[in-house]
T-cell receptor, first 116, second 112 residues
C-alpha cells in the first residue's frame, strides 16, 4: 500500500531564510507527486506537481521540489520565505491518472511557522 | 479560485441525525473525489466518480456513508446516524482528465 511520510510536524523559519520541507513516499508503481498548501479554514491549493520529465519542478509562489527516485523523496524548497507562507503543507502521491481508484494519499502535513 | 464550491461550509448536528453535503465542480471536471480530513491529519480518500459512475466506494468509512453524482455534475455525500467520530472536514475535489485535483473549501462537520 502506498504511504507518504512527512517527518517534520512543525518547522519554524525566520522570514527571509530558506526552507526545505521533507517528503518520503512508498508507492508500488510510478509515483505522481504533489505538494499542496492549506491555510487555516481553507481548502487545499496545489503548489506544484511531478508527473514525469525533469526531476526539478517549479511551482507557484516561488516554490520548487526535486524528485529523487533513489531516495523515494520529493522535498519542497523555497529560497526565501515570506510571512504569508505560514500554513500547513501536504505532500501527496497518486496513480498515473493523478488520482484514480486510490485517490491521492497524503502525508500528515508540516506546519510552517514564520518568525519575524 | 479552483471553481469547486461546497455547501454548507459549516454544519453542526446532534448525534444520530443525518447530514448531507453538496459539492459543485466546474463542468469540465469529469472526475470528482471526496476526502475526509481530521484534525492534525492529511486528507483521507473516501470515494470517487467518473462522470456519474461511482468507481470506488470501498474506502467509505462505514455503511452509514454514501455518495451520489446523479447527472455527472454536482455530488452529494450523506452520513446517516452521525456519531461524534464523524466530526471532521469533508473535502471535495474535481479533476479534468489526468490533471491535478482541484479542491473545494470543504464542509466542517461538528457532531454534538
Amino acid at each position: 500500500a502506498q504511504s507518504v511520510t512527512q517527518p517534520d510536524i512543525h518547522i519554524t523559519v525566520s522570514e527571509g531564510a530558506s526552507l526545505e520541507l521533507r517528503c518520503n513516499y512508498s508507492y508500488g508503481a510510478t509515483p505522481y507527486l504533489f505538494w499542496y498548501v492549506q491555510s487555516p479554514g481553507q481548502g487545499l491549493q496545489l503548489l506544484l506537481k511531478y508527473f514525469s520529465g525533469d526531476t526539478l519542478v517549479q511551482g507557484i509562489k516561488g516554490f520548487e521540489a526535486e524528485f529523487k527516485r533513489s531516495q523515494s523523496s520529493f522535498n519542497l524548497r523555497k529560497p526565501s520565505v515570506h510571512w504569508s507562507d505560514a500554513a500547513e503543507y501536504f505532500c501527496a502521491v497518486g496513480a498515473l491518472s493523478g488520482g484514480g481508484a486510490d485517490g491521492l494519499t497524503f502525508g500528515k502535513g508540516t506546519h510552517l511557522i514564520i518568525q519575524p | 479560485d479552483t471553481g469547486v464550491s461546497q455547501d454548507p461550509r459549516h454544519k453542526i448536528t446532534k448525534r444520530g441525525q443525518n447530514v448531507t453535503f453538496r459539492c459543485d465542480p466546474i463542468s469540465e471536471h469529469n472526475r470528482l473525489y471526496w476526502y475526509r480530513q481530521t484534525l492534525g491529519q492529511g486528507p483521507e480518500f473516501l470515494t470517487y466518480f467518473q462522470n456519474e459512475a461511482q468507481l470506488e466506494k470501498s474506502r467509505l468509512l462505514s455503511d452509514r456513508f454514501s455518495a451520489e453524482r446523479p447527472k455527472g455534475s454536482f455530488s452529494t455525500l450523506e452520513i446517516q446516524r452521525t456519531e461524534q467520530g464523524d466530526s471532521a472536514m469533508y473535502l471535495c475535489a474535481g479533476q479534468t482528465g489526468t490533471s491535478e485535483q482541484f479542491f473545494g473549501p470543504g464542509t466542517r462537520l461538528t457532531v454534538l
